[in-house]
């Protein structure tokens, strides 16, 4: 009896280690109305073009912003540079693409008062042709036109 109860032990606690890994696998593929839901499951190419405007002045965003020894998600290409791309494979939440991580990327600053290097005037945006106030949280979607104006 000894020897059953030892087996059936073992099998109580695999089931249990298996069951809970693939439970809170379960839970981790679920939005759940979280802060950072899931946006795609099997990765996303998508693409939003960039405008900068600095005191009337255009800026253009550089090539191949995000590429090089490590190619980043968020990214630009030597052709259309004004054009982000994000290319992610597998899970992909909303916080992967929020406009301030191509910022972090670039390695530039962008808030309410600062774009790029230029801080303590005023940012506006527009996305689309719309006026926006979320400037580095906006979630970038596929064929936004994303404005950036500093004055």
């Given amino acids: 009896m000894k020897k059953y109860t030892w087996l059936f032990g073992v099998i109580a606690v695999a089931l249990l280690l298996f069951g809970g890994s693939w439970f809170s696998g379960r839970l981790a593929d679920k ?9 795609a499951k099997k990765g996303l190419h998508w693409h939003s073009k960039l405008s900068l405007t600095a005191r009337g002045e255009n800026v253009v965003v550089p090539p191949n912003i995000g590429l090089g020894a490590v190619h980043n998600p968020i990214h630009t290409h030597d052709e259309e540079s004004d054009v982000i791309h994000m290319e992610f494979e597998g899970i992909v939440r909303q916080d992967n693409v929020r406009l301030k991580e191509f910022f972090k ?24 042709g719309a006026t926006s106030t979320e400037f580095g949280e906006h979630v970038m979607g596929d064929g936004e036109r994303i404005e950036l104006f500093y004055e």
């Fill in 31 to 39: 939005d759940g109305g979280s802060e950072n839901p899931i946006i």
């Fill in 105 to 128: 990327v670039w390695n530039k600053q962008l808030s309410a008062a600062c774009l790029l290097d230029e801080c303590g005037g005023v940012v506006t945006m527009r996305v689309n």
